[in-house]
């Protein structure tokens, strides 16, 4: 059973540049969520995605969107990046609705890609 | 909603040494709690879950935590840590909707010297 993958490990972009993060979801699970973790701090919840349509919000800008994709991975894209924009962003899976699931949220972590907003 | 209060940002300890990690939440509903740990460079490790029955949970490597309803904790507990143990470690919680958000605590960095 393959764990979650992430997509570049790290980067560096420029203020305003756009930004594509890539995530594999571990096998067997059809939701994915997207956490931000701003250094030093806990991850805040930017998105989830279920069956390729947004499942919840958190607190972000428009400029952060996503996409899931029919084998359950997803993309975090962000627009217009700025300097706040600078942290490791997870990408985490699990078993969703009509999977039976009952577990209440057990998610299951990618290690993260790492951004650098200059 | 709900919110995540970690206690202590840092938590300097001795080897062999028992440790508790502070963590307080507030809902208005019945929500689901999780202890995660961090090591350096890499993601989210899952170390216990409550969802419900036994307030008391325990994970494999020695850490326990217990639901504490009428105070709204989720405390984290080991009676005697190893150097391996050194991570940050978050609280979190999330609603129980059905929904998959997790609202995390701001971390503790548990610091084991020999």
């Known amino acids: 059973e393959t764990g979650v993958t992430q997509s570049p490990t790290h980067l560096i972009k420029t203020r305003g540049q756009q930004v594509t993060l890539r995530c594999s979801s571990q096998?067997?699970?059809?939701?994915v969520s997207w956490y931000q973790q701003a250094l030093g701090q806990g991850p805040q919840f930017i998105f989830q995605?279920?069956?390729?349509?947004?499942?919840g919000r958190g607190n972000f800008p428009p400029r952060f969107s996503g996409l899931q994709f029919p084998n359950y991975s997803s993309e975090l894209n962000v627009n217009a990046l700025e300097l706040d924009d600078s942290a490791l962003y997870l990408c985490?899976?699990?078993?969703?609705?009509?999977?039976?699931?009952?577990?209440?949220?057990?998610?299951?972590f990618g290690e993260g890609s790492r951004l650098t907003v200059l | 909603a709900q919110s995540v209060t970690q206690l202590d940002s840092q938590v300097p300890v001795f080897e062999e040494a028992p440790v508790e990690l502070r963590c307080n939440y507030s809902?208005?509903?019945?929500?689901?709690l999780f202890w995660y740990v961090q090591y350096p460079n890499q993601g989210l490790q899952l170390l216990l879950k409550?969802?419900?029955?036994?307030?008391l949970v325990e994970s494999i490597n020695g850490f326990e935590a217990e639901f504490n309803k009428s105070q709204t904790s989720f405390h984290l507990r080991k009676p005697s840590v190893h150097i391996s143990d050194t991570a940050e470690y978050f609280c979190?919680?999330?609603?129980?909707?059905?929904?998959?958000?997790?609202?995390f605590g701001s971390g503790t960095r548990l610091q084991v010297q020999p």
């Open positions: 409550y969802l419900s029955g036994s307030t």
């Open positions: 979190a919680v999330t609603l129980d909707t059905g929904r998959r958000a997790l609202t």
């Open positions: 995605y279920y069956r390729e349509e947004e499942n």
């Open positions: 809902s208005s509903v019945s929500v689901y």
């Open positions: 985490a899976s699990s078993r969703g609705r009509g999977s039976g699931d009952r577990t209440g949220g057990e998610l299951f």
């Open positions: 096998s067997g699970h059809n939701t």
